[in-house]
């Protein structure tokens, strides 16, 4: 099992449920989509 599809839209109904405030910084693994912001969000900690 390499690679997982991640029901993205799923998983922020149930966590704005949680914390309706939470970050969600959607990347792939497999694209390398959104690893720029992931970046980001790590350096700004």
Do not use: I, K
């Not at 390499?2 to 998983?11: I, K, N």
């Not at 922020?12 to 992931?38: F, I, Y």
């Amino acid at each position: 099992m390499p690679y997982l599809d991640f029901p993205l839209a799923t998983f922020q109904t149930h966590l704005s449920r949680v914390n309706a405030h939470a970050p969600v910084l959607p990347l792939s693994a497999t694209r390398g989509d959104g690893t720029s912001a992931w970046y980001d969000w790590l350096r700004a900690l």
